[in-house]
């Protein structure tokens, strides 16, 4: 079978390396952003949008025109990708919004946010992964931190190599990244035979049917969120400071666009807590998932529309909501455990061992007895606490280990479900 994943490398770049890569992706940004005002200009006037390939020429004369001669500098193919990404952004604009790829219309790049090209063709003599480096067009060989081989591990342990297919560049909290998109061509393994259902909640983050809990350290990010917010009050302070000092004359008019050093200071310490917790998040989500793909064949898990579930709950004027602050802690908690993301980490890992994820359908699955199918809001009186109050039965457990019970049972008995042997419970 056939498997494409992604190897992230941390790139190590001097100062003229740097600025070629930061000239090369504000060259891609530069030709997203004109091309996006013609369209937008021609779509306000009623007339036909142009096609990729008319922007592309388009792109040919910007490089001769005088005031943009610049473009020349940069590398062909990141130019050529930008317009191929705003016209897949146009089309996705374009499809009814009950399809799953429908997107609104296009924005306008804005510098420091999203940095990066894309190099899709290149030699295969351009990657020396023994060594760790790369060769990019226009700039030359740089070398990236090699924390492991670009080859995919079996089951087994052995390493497959594979083919590179694309390059990616990439831009975050001032550091530059590489990222290889390799193609595999692996044996299928064979299924494991356990199945298990699992429950996400903001308690414990994930429960499992054989009562086993994987927990995000939200103590830790929770304290790192506590100092982005006291960098945030610095930095609202620091703003008006600077009006104010403008109205005396004594320092120069505030412009967001031409920070101050202690202004762009401030912005990078709070970028780089923001990466922080994606790390966090990011290494529990992971192992998680490996813990699971390697014990379990099927793994059952509820169908939640993590979107909905974290829309605001303030209302309108002539309809308010009710218990807001609530509301909102609760979507604070849901998106720093990344529900969706999890469940994508998870899919991911059991596809590379062979084994595949299932979603259930949630309703239920929290006040529903696993024993007698009595389902009743009664039977949890608190977060944490599930007995069933049905008095002929009387079971009593953790209600995230019940949840994700009953998420085995409707796995299993569902329209999709797989014939599994018996879980350990």
């Known amino acids: 079978m056939k498997i494409t994943c992604a190897f992230q490398y941390e790139l190590y770049v001097d100062e003229t390396r740097r600025a070629a890569l930061s000239r090369n992706a504000g060259?891609?940004?530069?030709?997203?952003?004109?091309?996006?005002?013609?369209?937008?200009?021609?779509?306000?006037?009623?007339?036909?949008?142009?096609?990729?390939?008319?922007?592309?020429?388009?792109?040919?004369?910007?490089?001769?025109?005088?005031?943009?001669?610049?473009?020349?500098?940069?590398?062909?193919?990141?130019?050529?990708?930008?317009?191929?990404?705003?016209?897949?952004?146009?089309?996705?604009?374009f499809r009814p919004k009950s399809d799953p790829a429908h997107k609104g219309w296009p924005k306008f790049?804005?510098?420091?946010?999203?940095?990066?090209?894309r190099v899709p063709q290149f030699a295969p003599e351009h990657i020396d992964d023994a060594n760790g480096r790369v060769k990019l067009p226009k700039i030359g060989w740089i070398r990236y931190r090699r924390t492991r081989a670009i080859?995919?591990?079996?089951?087994?342990?052995?390493?497959?190599?594979?083919?590179?297919?694309?390059?990616?560049?990439?831009?975050?909290?001032?550091?530059?990244?590489?990222?290889?998109?390799?193609?595999?061509?692996?044996?299928?393994p064979d299924m494991k035979a356990l199945d298990v259902g699992i429950d996400v909640g903001v308690v414990h983050a994930v429960a499992t049917s054989d009562g086993r809990f994987y927990d995000l350290d939200t103590e830790k990010i929770r304290s790192i969120e506590k100092r982005i917010a006291g960098l945030?009050?610095?930095?609202?302070?620091?703003?008006?400071?600077?009006?104010?000092?403008?109205?005396?004359?004594?320092?120069?008019?505030?412009?967001?666009?031409?920070?101050?050093?202690?202004?762009?200071?401030?912005?990078?310490?709070?970028?780089?807590?923001?990466?922080?917790?994606?790390?966090?998040?990011?290494?529990?989500?992971?192992?998680?998932?490996?813990?699971?793909?390697?014990?379990?064949?099927?793994?059952y898990v509820e169908d939640l529309k993590v979107k909905n579930m974290t829309a605001s709950a303030k209302g309108t004027v002539a309809n308010p909501g009710k218990n807001v602050k609530q509301k909102?802690?609760?979507?604070?908690?849901?998106?720093?455990?990344?529900?969706?993301?999890?469940?994508?980490?998870?899919?991911?890992?059991?596809?590379?061992?062979?084994?595949?994820?299932?979603?259930?359908?949630?309703?239920?699955?929290?006040?529903?007895?696993?024993?007698?199918?009595?389902?009743?809001?009664?039977?949890?009186?608190?977060?944490?606490?599930?007995?069933?109050?049905?008095?002929s039965c009387g079971f009593e457990a953790n209600a995230d280990v019940v949840g994700a019970l009953n998420v085995l049972r409707k796995g299993r008995t569902g329209p999709s479900a797989h014939n599994k042997s018996t879980s350990p419970m």
């Open 27 to 93: 060259c891609r940004r530069f030709v997203f952003n004109k091309a996006l005002g013609i369209q937008n200009e021609r779509k306000s006037k009623g007339e036909k949008l142009l096609t990729y390939k008319e922007l592309a020429h388009e792109l040919v004369l910007w490089k001769k025109q005088p005031e943009t001669a610049f473009l020349r500098e940069a590398m062909a193919q990141p130019l050529q990708q930008a317009l191929l990404d705003l016209d897949r952004a146009i089309s996705d604009s």
């Open 232 to 299: 945030k009050r610095k930095l609202s302070l620091n703003q008006e400071s600077r009006k104010k000092l403008a109205k005396l004359g004594l320092a120069e008019p505030f412009d967001k666009k031409q920070p101050s050093r202690k202004r762009r200071q401030l912005k990078e310490r709070i970028q780089n807590l923001y990466r922080k917790i994606r790390c966090i998040r990011q290494d529990f989500h992971r192992k998680t998932a490996h813990a699971l793909a390697q014990e379990y064949g099927c793994v």
């Open 328 to 391: 909102s802690g609760l979507n604070r908690a849901i998106l720093r455990t990344g529900f969706y993301s999890l469940r994508q980490t998870i899919e991911w890992q059991l596809l590379k061992v062979g084994g595949v994820m299932i979603p259930v359908d949630p309703r239920g699955t929290s006040i529903t007895c696993p024993h007698c199918q009595s389902r009743d809001k009664r039977n949890r009186p608190t977060q944490a606490i599930f007995k069933c109050v049905n008095e």
């Open 151 to 188: 080859a995919f591990e079996c089951a087994n342990g052995t390493l497959v190599p594979g083919v590179v297919k694309q390059i990616h560049v990439k831009k975050d909290c001032g550091r530059w990244f590489v990222i290889f998109t390799v193609e595999f061509e692996v044996q299928a």
């Open 109 to 117: 790049k804005a510098k420091d946010i999203g940095d990066g090209f």
